[in-house]
T-cell receptor, first 117, second 114 residues
Framework: GENVEQHPSTLSVQEGDSAVIKCTYS??????FPWYKQELGKRPQLIID?????GEKKDQRIAVTLNKTAKHFSLHITETQPEDSAVYFC????????????????FGTGTQLKVEL | ETGVTQSPTHLIKTRGQQVTLRCSSQ?????VSWYQQALGQGPQFIFQ???????GRGNFPPRFSGLQFPNYSSELNVNALELDDSALYLC?????????????FGPGTRLTVL
């Protein structure tokens, strides 16, 4: 089955700096890659996702890049703020783009991001 | 915040008991997925229900079972509880259209098995 590895497990940056979290996946058939943010005691929330037909996607301070050949994808957060502090999870799935096609997400182990003042 | 709700919030059971967890999906969604999140780990896929039918299952034993109801709410049942079943159980609802299916998570149920 699919295996997703995520690095680093903890990341500490100064406010205003950039943060990069990297994930690798094992199944070359994976075609959907979401990123979730989970604050302490709260539910995971989708922050950005990318499909395999796109190499990069950006949403304000957040961007995701995908390298299908190397089977890795990365989350980039620019101009970090204290409220960015949370655990970030990457995930991968083989998405069949038909109604009822199913979407089993395989998650990485998470990155604890701490933004220091 | 999403419209996905779960009950109960917390639950304490003893080994060997059975438990039922509930999830109310977001209005308009037809799919519910269940995940187990152990402390310090990422969520692990248990199974998914689409329009009342199981639509994919992860590496969990048969004592983990589920249901989806006509209103698309769902239950997760776990029989013969083991200590390792202690975890946060998350459900996620989505609208499976074939073009988009972003999964929106509920707040989770914290299960402790003693």
């Amino acid at each position: 089955g699919e295996n997703v590895e995520q690095h680093p497990s903890t990341l500490s940056v100064q406010e205003g700096d950039s943060a990069v979290i990297k994930c690798t996946y094992s199944d070359s058939a994976s075609n959907y890659f979401p990123w979730y943010k989970q604050e302490l005691g709260k539910r995971p929330q989708l922050i950005i996702d990318i499909r395999s037909n796109v190499g990069e996607k950006k949403d304000q301070r957040i961007a995701v890049t995908l390298n299908k050949t190397a089977k890795h994808f990365s989350l980039h957060i620019t101009e970090t703020q204290p409220e960015d502090s949370a655990v970030y999870f990457c995930a991968a799935s083989i998405r069949r783009w038909v109604t009822g096609g199913g979407n089993k997400l395989t998650f990485g182990t998470g990155t604890q991001l701490k933004v220091e003042l | 915040e999403t419209g996905v709700t779960q009950s109960p919030t917390h639950l304490i059971k003893t080994r060997g008991q059975q438990v039922t967890l509930r999830c109310s999906s977001q209005s308009g969604h037809n799919t519910v997925s269940w995940y187990q999140q152990a402390l310090g780990q990422g969520p692990q896929f248990i199974f998914q229900y689409y329009r009342e039918e199981e639509n994919g299952r992860g590496n969990f034993p048969p004592r983990f079972s589920g249901l989806q109801f006509p209103n698309y709410s769902s239950e997760l049942n776990v029989n013969a509880l083991e200590l390792d079943d202690s975890a946060l159980y998350l459900c996620a609802s989505s609208l499976e259209t074939g073009r988009t299916d972003t999964q929106y998570f509920g707040p989770g149920t914290r299960l402790t098995v003693l």
